[in-house]
C-alpha cells in the first residue's frame, strides 16, 4: 500500500511539473506576443519617419533634423512641394497644455476619489463609481463632439464677453477643459484603489491620536497612497500626450509661432499627425511618421521624469 502511494505521488508530482512548464510555456509566449508589438510599431514608425531625412522627396530636398526639432513653421500653403515643417513650437504646445489639463484634473480627480472612498455612503460611492467608469469607457470622440458643440461656444461667449476676438472657441483653453473631462475619470479611478488600499489601522491609529477626520483623510490617506496617486498622474498625462481625435476638433490648427495665450489657436504633436494624413501623400505623409517617432521619444523621457520622480516619492514613504 505504500509503495502504491508513493507510485501515486509520484505520477501527481510529476504531472504537475509538466503542467507548470506548459503554463509557463504559454505564459511567456504571450508575454513575448504582447511585448513585440511595441518593438513593431516602434520599427515601422522609425523606418517611415527617418524618410523625410534621408531622401530629396519630390526634388525639394531634405528636411532638416535640426529644423524640424527647433523651428516654428509648419508647412503653410496648397501645395506640398516643399519641405517646411517644423515642430519645435508645437512640442512646447503639447507639454504646455499637458500640465495645464493636469492642473485641473489631478486635484479633482483625487478629491473626487478621496470622497468616494472615504467620504460618501455606500450607496452614493456605489452610484458615483459607477458614473466615473461610465465617463472612463466613452470614446474620445464623443469627448471631442461635445468640446465641439459645448466647450466651443462657452469659450467664444467668454471671450466676447471680455473683449477678446476668439476664433470660434478653438483655443488653449478649449483643450485643455477636454483633456481635463477625458483624464478626470483616468485619475479618479486609480487613485480611488490606492485611497482604499492604505492599510485601516494607519487610519485608526491617526484617529485614536485625536486627529479629525478631516486632518486624518488629507495628512494620513493621501500622504499613505500619494504613490498610487501619482501613478494616476501619470496615465493621466499619458492619455493627455497621446489623444488626437478630440483635440483637433476644438484646438484650431496652428500652424506656426508659439502662443501661451489661452484665448489664442494652438496644434499637439496627435493633431499634426492626423489632420490631413489619408489626403497627403510622398513627403507631406512621411513626416507624419517623423511626428509621431519625436511624440513617442516624449511620452518615453516623460514617463522616465515622473517614473524617477515617483520613485523618490515612495522612499520618502520608506522614511515616513
Not at 60 to 74: A, M, P, Y
Amino acid at each position: 500500500m505504500i509503495a502504491e502511494a508513493k507510485k501515486l505521488q509520484f505520477r501527481s508530482t510529476s504531472k504537475g511539473k509538466i503542467t507548470d512548464k506548459i503554463a509557463k510555456i504559454i505564459f511567456m509566449s504571450a508575454t513575448i506576443l504582447s511585448a513585440s508589438f511595441i518593438f513593431v510599431i516602434a520599427g515601422i514608425v522609425l523606418v517611415r519617419g527617418v524618410i523625410p531625412f534621408t531622401t530629396d522627396n519630390l526634388g525639394v530636398g531634405r528636411v532638416s533634423l535640426f529644423s524640424f526639432l527647433t523651428g516654428d513653421i509648419w508647412l503653410i500653403g496648397e501645395t506640398f512641394a516643399s519641405n517646411l515643417y517644423s515642430i519645435g513650437f508645437i512640442i512646447i504646445s503639447t507639454l504646455f497644455i499637458t500640465l495645464l489639463s493636469l492642473a485641473i484634473s489631478f486635484p479633482v480627480g483625487v478629491l473626487t476619489a478621496l470622497f468616494i472612498a472615504k467620504i460618501a455612503p455606500k450607496p452614493l460611492a456605489k452610484v458615483l463609481r459607477t458614473v466615473i467608469e461610465t465617463l472612463a469607457s466613452i470614446p474620445s470622440i464623443v469627448f471631442g463632439l461635445f468640446g465641439a458643440g459645448v466647450i466651443l461656444k462657452l469659450v467664444y461667449d467668454f471671450s466676447a464677453l471680455i473683449g477678446y476676438q476668439s476664433k470660434g472657441g478653438n483655443s488653449i483653453l478649449s483643450v485643455v477643459i477636454v483633456l481635463a473631462l477625458m483624464t478626470i475619470p483616468t485619475i479618479t479611478t486609480i487613485s480611488e484603489v490606492a485611497i482604499r488600499s492604505v492599510d485601516k489601522s494607519i487610519e485608526q491609529g491617526s484617529l485614536a491620536l485625536g486627529a479629525s477626520k478631516t486632518q486624518t483623510n488629507f495628512k494620513v490617506i493621501l500622504s499613505s497612497a500619494k504613490s498610487g496617486i501619482f501613478t494616476a498622474a501619470i496615465l493621466g498625462i499619458g492619455r493627455s500626450l497621446g489623444e488626437a481625435t478630440a483635440v483637433s476638433l476644438v484646438a484650431g490648427g496652428r500652424r506656426a509661432g508659439i502662443s501661451f495665450d489661452l484665448l489664442d489657436t494652438t496644434s499637439t504633436l496627435t493633431t499634426i499627425m492626423l489632420e490631413g494624413l489619408k489626403e497627403t501623400t510622398g513627403i507631406d505623409y512621411d513626416i507624419r511618421f517623423s511626428v509621431g517617432l519625436v511624440l513617442m521619444v516624449v511620452i518615453l523621457l516623460t514617463n522616465l521624469l515622473l517614473n524617477s520622480i515617483k520613485r523618490r516619492v515612495g522612499v520618502v514613504n520608506v522614511k515616513e
